[in-house]
């Protein structure tokens, strides 16, 4: 069952000679041309039926959606559109597809919403804008992979069920198998975990990097790069409740050289994506040109999506402290005219997802990495300077994203560490194993998160965060 795949035969310079495909149908016309996409590419391949080769009921068979093998010889396209075509020879249907309920899905031939799609997230991968975007999905955690294996980093697996709240935010989800209607109590009448399948409370991991930490200080340099999971309710099309995160953790290296790899990582990978998956990029910017044409001048996008992935590999990302980026918003016109949901008023104020895209899009018009965070607003974990007020926190920031990258230099001294750990009420009991990190030869070391999801969106250009992951998990939807 070997056949060849349409990416193949749409290259292949062997005219004349016998091919074999197998896909699904996406359109037939006039009782004579057949589309068939396998997956392979974006593109379809064009079979061509020749009078009364092919028997009237294996004819009506022939509908789009339906699972079809197709046997002939690869021929020149006397028509436009197509280099080469197949003139069939041998049609087998392998699996039918109903043209009255194709008819009812998204599967049927013209322009479904994207909500549509997702309500028909198992059919959704059919469609050329959803082929697309998983195709690049799939290479681009291949460059994932490729970047750090190629820079010597060890990938490694750290847990999804864990007993640890990385983030301190308290946005886990929990995991149990007691029986909720009757859990077993203690004599105080709260539930007793230590009855519970682990022995003590469990949720599901927010963040690899502390275990990846531990992992840094004997392999050197790790990464790692699995799905996470936060029970935090923002419905936005930016967050999911199951991510995929890529954590490299690095020993003996400060906040300058965890910037320099991040932005190194980042290009790299969206240079992968130029060198390998052009038709798809193509075929994505073209859909972002047709969206735009609905849309007031105002709102279209400034660069086609080709040239804003070059134009982020050309320019270096700006390096920007916290302190300097509060004076540039305080400053700034939608500061002033009140235009900000959250008005900057002082320094120690949050950055919302306005402010990150201001500064991003609107003043510096480029990636942006901003740096010393006020230490109240960031984890216990991240190290502080001197000045006592700030740590050594970096978040990247994208266009049209907003944070694409959060990481820091993390605290090495332990005296440090244990203080910070008190005052935000984080037991040294839940993590005495952090801890020894500090205590057994201790060293600056860095780390940063980079939510694929995210990634995935800058590169796609898609503008909702559940078009690009396969079956999204957000608040009230786990449908699939
Ligand atoms: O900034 P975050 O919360 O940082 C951490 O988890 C650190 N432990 C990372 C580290 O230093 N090793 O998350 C990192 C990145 C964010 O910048 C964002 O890209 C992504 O993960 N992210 C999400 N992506 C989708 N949905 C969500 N709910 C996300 N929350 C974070
Ligand atoms: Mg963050």
Same mark, same amino acid.
């Given at each position: ?5 349409v990416?193949?035969v ?11 495909i197998s896909g699904w149908v996406r359109s037939f ?5 057949i589309a068939i996409n396998d997956?392979?590419?974006?593109n379809t391949i064009q079979c ?18 339906a699972a079809i093998i197709i ?15 197949i ?174 790899? /991040? #932005? ?7 240079? +992968?994506? $130029? !060198? %390998? ?7 994505? &910017? ?14 279209? /996008? #400034? ?7 070059? +134009?982020? $590999? !050309? %320019? ?7 302190? &300097? ?156």
């Amino acid at each position: 069952m070997k056949h060849t795949k349409v990416v193949d035969v749409l290259k292949s310079d062997k005219l004349l000679q016998p091919v074999t495909i197998s896909g699904w149908v996406r359109s037939f016309r006039n009782d004579r041309f057949i589309a068939i996409n396998d997956g392979s590419t974006i593109n379809t391949i064009q079979c061509v039926l020749e009078d009364n080769i092919i028997d009237q009921k294996t004819l009506e068979r022939i509908n789009v959606g339906a699972a079809i093998i197709i046997t002939g010889t690869l021929v020149e396209s006397e028509g436009k559109g197509q280099r080469v075509e197949i003139k069939v020879s041998e049609i087998h249907i392998e699996g039918d597809a109903d043209p009255e309920e194709v008819k009812l899905t998204i599967l049927s031939p013209k322009r479904h919403s994207l909500e549509k799609l997702r309500e028909q997230a198992h059919l959704r991968v059919r469609t050329n804008t959803f082929g697309a975007i998983m195709r690049l999905r799939s290479k681009l955690s291949f460059a994932v992979h490729e970047y750090f294996q190629k820079n010597d980093f060890y990938y490694v697996h750290t847990p999804i069920i864990t007993g640890s709240d990385a983030e301190g935010a308290g946005e886990a989800f929990k995991v149990t198998n007691m029986d909720l209607k009757n859990p077993p109590k203690d004599e105080n009448g709260e539930v007793d975990y230590s009855k519970d399948f682990f022995g003590r409370e469990a949720n599901l991991t927010v963040s690899g990097q502390l275990e990846g930490e531990t992992y840094a200080m004997g392999l050197g340099q790790i990464y790692t790069f699995g799905p996470t999971f936060r029970a935090e309710n923002s419905n936005t099309s930016r967050h999911l409740s199951e991510f995929w995160m890529i954590e490299p953790e690095i020993a003996f290296c400060d906040l300058d050289g965890n910037m320099d790899l /991040a #932005e190194d990582f980042i290009k790299y990978v969206i240079q +992968f994506a $130029l !060198d %390998n998956c052009m038709d798809d990029l193509e075929f994505l &910017e073209n859909r972002l040109v047709q969206e735009d044409k609905s849309k007031p001048q105002a709102e279209r /996008a #400034e660069m086609l999506l080709r040239d804003k992935l070059k +134009f982020v $590999l !050309d %320019n270096n990302f700006k390096r920007v402290s916290y302190t &300097e980026a509060i004076e540039i918003l305080k400053n700034s016109k939608p500061n002033k005219k009140k235009k900000f949901k959250y008005p900057i008023e002082e320094w120690g104020a949050d950055l919302q997802s306005e402010h990150e895209r201001f500064l991003v899009e609107k003043h510096f018009k480029c990636p942006v990495i901003l740096f010393d965070y006020p230490a109240d607003i960031k984890s216990f974990y991240m190290r502080l300077n001197e000045d006592g007020k700030t740590v050594r926190a970096m978040d990247i920031l994208f266009p049209g994203i907003g944070e694409i990258v959060g990481g820091s230099q993390r605290e090495e001294r332990l005296d440090v560490l244990k203080q910070k750990m008190e005052a935000l009420n984080i037991p040294e009991e839940d993590l005495w194993w952090y801890l020894d990190t500090r205590r057994f030869g201790t060293c600056t070391h860095s780390g940063f998160g980079l939510g694929f999801e995210r990634l995935v969106l800058f590169v796609t250009g898609m503008s909702n965060i559940r078009d690009v992951i396969p079956y999204p998990r957000t608040p009230l939807n786990a449908e699939f």
